[in-house]
């Protein structure tokens, strides 16, 4: 099993990147994937998270209207549109796919806001 993220890197504040997140190894489709991300000095947390059936999606409060997930079955990838990026949104950014008990992390990409 193996969760690949990439896309992360440093980006100015006001700016836009776009991870990804590629899965391999399980059936992606019927896993329920989420963005977490781990900011320095700080907890794990939630980015957003997407079903595996209808598709639905749901964001932390503080990124709403700016965050957006999505999936491509089909690519056994998911994704995190970041806009309007802030300073305070630098973090490793971690993928996470669960269906029942089983559940798989991605080791990470960096996303650093920054002037």
């Known amino acids: 099993v193996q969760l690949v993220e990439s896309g992360g890197g440093l980006v100015q504040p006001g700016g836009s990147l776009r991870l990804s997140c590629a899965a391999s190894?399980?059936?992606?489709?019927?896993?329920?994937m989420s963005w977490y991300r781990q900011g320095p000095g700080k907890e794990r947390e939630l980015v957003a998270g997407?079903?595996?059936?209808?598709?639905?999606?749901n964001r932390a409060d503080s990124m709403k209207g700016r965050f957006t997930i999505s999936r491509d079955n089909a690519k056994n990838t998911v994704y995190l549109q970041m806009n309007s990026l802030k300073p305070e949104d630098t973090a490793v950014y971690y993928c996470?796919?669960?269906?029942?008990?089983?559940?798989?992390w991605g080791q990470g990409t960096q996303v650093t806001v920054s002037s």
């Open positions: 996470y796919a669960r269906r029942g008990w089983r559940e798989y």
């Open positions: 190894g399980f059936t992606f489709s019927t896993y329920a």
């Open positions: 997407i079903t595996s059936g209808d598709g639905s999606t």
